[in-house]
């Protein structure tokens, strides 16, 4: 037997081997794709697309009483609080994108009943239409509201003490948008629009109602609120 | 006598071989003075120093981050939904290990390593253009200072996609399929589309087999004889499964780099009405087309040129096209202009044809130095039909 002839079964052995070899890999990588091994929130988001906002892990940190603008000028305070289902800050809010938007409050100590306020604008939608939001607290319906296309409005809505999730100490406000608004043709529902948020207040019965994010002390350092530069 | 005749052909192929290096060099040396030029005109802050820093936006800045810090974990910082996991790892990985090991910056290293890799898929198409030294300077200029040169000159993928697609065009030029099958490996492992380079080996195989008088009762017992092609189909996703693997095993995720485009706002659709969507984006005001309209135009022209290809029997390079155009266009018209001029089979024969009248080469080559120049200003200016 020639050596070429030997060199060749050699050869063509080792080809056979490789084949074998590459397509263990490749099916074990392919049983791997169709088994990914992630959280639920992860999976919700990413894979089974049954949520638009992603739950993060957002501490909430948060003193009641206290105003949160959500204007570009105070996103320190904000990011504590904004967890998913938000965009940006522009010039004028943070916009709401998706179906729903999650805010965190961390809410330690014993309250009592309280009061969510949000100054809201309703977004120009292409169609005009009206912006209607639905309010949970920790699954706890808040309120409904419905804001007329790109009017600005302060919304008030009472949150139980039952509503609080006492075992982690934190008040988890769903909004959701049944009315979330597609900006441009084919976009995705992670894009949707619905409102823009200007600020945030969870107060007591005794606080001082919110007038909005001028009423954030980091807001007024930084001198922009809705109402234009503050003194 | 034997001696007197072989040596002006040695003569002659090495004075070949100089022009070979010497066409695509001075390009990228025009090039990369006319891009700092553009720069020191139109970038943010320019300085000579910050260059070829301020050329780098839009995905070159997210390449920059993985290339500094790896693939994010889940969550990922900043508490973004959007993973830098649609990236795929070759290119960036390359320049992330020349970074480690050197620490020079990471744009500086970007640049020579994307200037040497259009050298180099330049003249990796010379036998591609048939050896034709005018299509071969036109491409080579197209590459290294045409108006999309930002793109094959600064850190985007798309200069690796094009040096590796010429790379196994080549091999398959040449039948040989094992070196095809490597190419194609690491091909997938560089942009998502590069896996269906193994439809193009595969069905060029076949042709090649018929024409050899091969029929389909004696298919199998040929691959069994000579596995070879089976090898090469089999390893030209292996960089694709690769990423797989390293992403399931980094985060659970195999197919993180597709789950991810949900962030990213790609939701998957009809290619053609994406295109008639973007083809009918009219302007809000003036004659120039909109974005969009740019986009869909560029996706109609590689759409044609595959057509083409179709049109003269290339069946695998033309299938290859329609599913690299198709499969973008099928999540939106983003980046489309890109995705086109990145197309070498797409690219060649527009460059062969533009190279056959020479005063169609003239005109073309200057225009693409001032296309060089002028599309790097509006690159800067944020032309987001070049994002």
């Known amino acids: 037997m020639s050596s070429a002839v030997v060199f060749g079964r050699a050869w063509r052995l080792l080809v056979l081997l490789l084949i074998l070899g590459v397509a263990g890999v490749e099916l074990y990588v392919a049983w791997l794709a169709i088994h990914p091994n992630v959280s639920t929130n992860y999976r919700a988001f990413y894979i089974d697309q049954s949520t638009t906002c992603l739950d993060k892990p957002i501490s909430g940190q948060y003193r009641l009483g206290q105003t949160v603008s959500f204007m570009p000028d105070n996103q320190a305070g904000a990011r504590r609080l904004r967890v998913c289902g938000w965009d940006g800050p522009a010039g004028d809010g943070t916009h709401s994108v998706g179906t729903t938007s999650l805010l965190r409050f961390a809410v330690t100590e014993p309250t009592g009943d309280l009061t969510l306020a949000m100054l809201v604008t309703a977004i120009s939608a292409p169609d005009r239409r009206d912006q209607h939001i639905v309010v949970t607290g920790n699954g706890v319906t808040l309120g409904e509201a419905t804001i007329p296309d790109s009017t600005q409005q302060m919304l008030e809505f009472r949150v139980p003490e039952s509503a609080i999730d006492r075992a982690h100490g934190r008040l988890d406000v769903t909004i959701a948008y049944p009315t979330a608004t597609e900006m441009t043709p084919r976009d995705s529902d992670t894009h949707y629009r619905s409102i823009k948020l200007m600020s945030v207040q969870l107060r007591r019965p005794e606080d001082v109602p919110s007038q909005g994010p001028q009423d954030d002390p980091v807001a007024l350092r930084h001198g922009h609120g809705p109402d234009g530069p503050n003194a | ?387």
């Open chain 2, 1 to 387: 006598m034997l001696a007197e005749t072989a040596a002006p052909a040695i003569d002659r192929r090495v004075a070949f071989d100089f022009r070979l290096l010497a066409i695509p060099s001075g390009f990228a040396v025009l090039g990369y003075v006319l891009r700092l030029f553009a720069y020191l005109q139109a970038g943010w802050q320019p300085s000579v120093w910050a260059y070829p820093d301020g050329l780098c936006r839009w995905d070159c800045q997210w390449y920059v981050i993985l290339a500094k810090t790896g693939y994010d974990p889940f969550p990922v910082p900043g508490m973004l939904d959007a993973g830098n996991w649609a990236f795929f790892p070759l290119f960036p990985a390359i320049i992330g290990g020349l970074h480690a090991l050197t620490a020079w910056p990471v744009m500086n290293i970007a640049t020579a390593v994307s200037i040497l890799f259009s050298i180099g898929a330049a003249m990796v198409a010379y036998p591609l253009l048939d050896k034709n030294l005018r299509a071969f300077t036109l491409y080579s200029a197209f590459l290294l200072c045409g108006p999309f040169s930002i793109y094959f000159t600064s850190f985007f993928t798309e200069v690796l996609f094009v040096l590796l697609t010429n790379c196994v065009l080549l091999a398959l030029k040449r039948s040989n399929y094992l070196a095809a099958g490597f190419g194609a490996a690491l091909l997938s492992a560089t942009r998502i589309v590069g896996v269906f380079i193994v439809i193009a080996i595969g069905l060029q195989w076949l042709l090649d087999y018929r024409r050899r008088g091969g029929n389909w009762r004696g298919l199998l017992p040929e691959l069994w004889q000579r596995p070879e092609i089976v090898l090469a189909i089999l390893l030209s996703p292996l960089g694709c499964f690769a990423y797989m693997a390293y992403l399931y095993h980094y985060m659970g995720d195999a197919l993180a780099f597709q789950h991810v485009q949900r962030a990213w706002g790609r939701v998957p659709g009809n290619p053609f009405e994406y295109l008639w969507i973007g083809l009918t984006d009219w302007p809000q005001s003036g004659f120039l087309p909109s974005t969009n309209q740019w986009l869909g135009l560029s996706a109609v022209v590689g759409l044609a040129v595959s057509a083409v290809l179709l049109f003269q029997r290339k069946y695998p390079i033309a299938i290859f096209c329609l599913i690299c155009l198709v499969v973008p266009l099928s999540a939106g018209m983003a980046s489309m202009l890109r995705f086109v001029v990145a197309l070498s089979p797409v690219v060649l024969p527009v460059i062969a044809l533009l190279a056959r009248w020479r005063p169609v080469f003239v005109v073309t080559l200057v225009a693409f130095v001032a296309g060089d120049y002028f599309f790097t200003v509006g690159w800067l200016a944020e032309w987001l039909s070049l994002v």
